[in-house]
């Protein structure tokens, strides 16, 4: 098991879950007075079963579909690239957010957490590296976003959340960095380059 743990790899996923990306519904959450911890962990298992799924089923949907890895490549990594830079350039401000607790878990876990950037680079990792790699670094990844909201919680009263924005941002750059090498091993596998 140890020697399948990939510390990048696991780093990869987590900075694209970006749970900090996540921490201004909760702040909004808080004001509401709601249970941030519960929220968080509900929107953490949810985000975490449709990676899953996505891991156990991903790879077959190549054939399915008729689609070549390098396409969804440059296609993930295109969407990776706009989150990036949402991310990146994300305000602050949450303006509004849904009213019940189920509905804000539901929020949290997609799009903010498991979407479509997640999704594709999910699928793609799967394919290159099998199910039996990417799933326990999933599994760790998913364990860091739980810590780091069940951290929040705990200290939501004393967090600056300008801090928290700008921390997300530099997530961002990273996921744009991602994104980056995502289209650019997709466009060398279309046009036959070396890699």
């Not at 911890?37 to 054939?63: E, W």
């Not at 070549?68 to 303006?95: C, E, H, N, Q, Y």
């Amino acid at each position: 098991m140890l020697d399948i743990i990939s510390i990048p790899l696991i780093l990869q996923i987590f900075v694209l879950i970006n749970p900090l990306s996540s921490l201004p519904v909760l702040v909004a959450a808080y004001s509401k007075q709601m249970k941030v911890k519960d929220i968080a962990l509900r929107a953490t298992m949810i985000a975490f079963a449709l990676a899953v799924t996505i891991i156990l089923i991903g790879p077959f949907l190549f054939d399915i579909f008729n689609v070549s890895v390098p396409s969804f490549r440059v296609a993930g990594g295109i969407i990776l690239l706009m989150l990036g830079i949402s991310t990146a350039r994300k305000s602050d401000d949450m303006k509004s957010s849904p009213d019940t607790a189920e509905a804000l878990s539901s929020l949290i876990a997609t799009p903010l957490l498991t979407g479509p950037a997640t999704i594709s680079f999910l699928t793609i990792k799967t394919y290159e590296l099998g199910i039996l790699t990417i799933l326990p670094n999933t599994v760790v990844a998913f364990i860091l976003v739980g810590a780091v909201f069940t951290i929040f919680a705990a200290l939501i009263p004393r967090i600056n959340t300008k801090i928290v924005g700008i921390a997300s941002r530099i997530l961002g750059l990273f996921l744009t960095a991602v994104a980056i090498e995502m289209i650019s091993a997709g466009v060398k596998g279309l046009f036959g380059l070396a890699s």
